[in-house]
Structure formats: C-alpha cells, structure tokens
C-alpha cells in the first residue's frame, strides 16, 4: 500500500524559511516523476514545483521560482521542498504527489498517488 506523509509545515514569520517533507512508503521515490502541489481555502489545487523520475529535470511555478528547490534524497525515500522568503500568499495546505512517468506535470489529474496535506501559515 502507497503512503505519502507530509511534514515540517507550521507557522513561520513572512520572510522566513521551512523545509516540507514528504516520506514514501509502497513505493521508491527514485522511481515516480514526483511534485508538490498547494490548495489555499476556496481556491483549486494549485501546482508549485516537480522533479522528473531521474531527477535531472525539474519544473517550478513562476510564483515560487527562485525561492523553492524541490529536491529528494533516494536513501530516505523522501521528497522535500525547501521553501525561502515566504510570504502570505504562500501559506496554504501543502501536498506532495507521485507518479509513474518520466517527467511530472503541473496538472493534478494524473497523479494517482496523494498525501494527506501539511498546513504552512505565514504570519507579519
């Protein structure tokens, strides 16, 4: 059985930093196209940022670029998403997905593997 668990979410000052992880189980994280995607109350699932199966492509949404690196460590079988300069608009529930192709996408539909969310909140 898949499990995708998120964490390292919370509250952090506007400006500041978190490291979300994302810990598989039922499946090698070194062998799924992988992403992590963000839904804010009222708004769809939004995508930020994919890493391709092997790792040598990776995609980010023009709102997080320059500020988020999506990374994985195979030996943990984890995905992460190091996120800088954060700011309000970033806080929303946080997802990480999987999936079997080559490369991810940026649409959620596709992805058949989800976990189950990890809120980030930004304060002043």
């Known amino acids: 059985q898949v499990q995708l668990v998120e964490s390292g979410g919370g509250l952090v000052q506007a400006g500041g930093s978190l490291r979300l992880s994302c810990a598989a189980s039922g499946l090698t994280v070194g062998s799924y196209a992988m992403g992590w995607f963000r839904q804010s109350p009222g708004k769809e699932r939004e995508f930020v940022a994919t890493?391709?199966?092997?790792?040598?492509?990776?995609v980010y949404a023009d709102s997080v670029k320059g500020r988020f690196t999506i990374s994985r460590e195979n030996a943990k079988n984890t995905l992460y998403l190091h996120m800088n300069s954060l700011t309000h608009e970033d806080a929303a529930a946080y997802y990480c997905?999987?999936?079997?192709?080559?490369?991810?996408?940026?649409?959620?539909?596709?992805?058949?593997?989800w976990g189950q969310g990890n809120q980030v909140t930004v304060s002043s």
């Open positions: 890493i391709s199966r092997r790792g040598g492509t990776t």
């Open positions: 997905a999987a999936k079997t192709t080559v490369l991810a996408g940026q649409l959620t539909t596709g992805y058949p593997y």
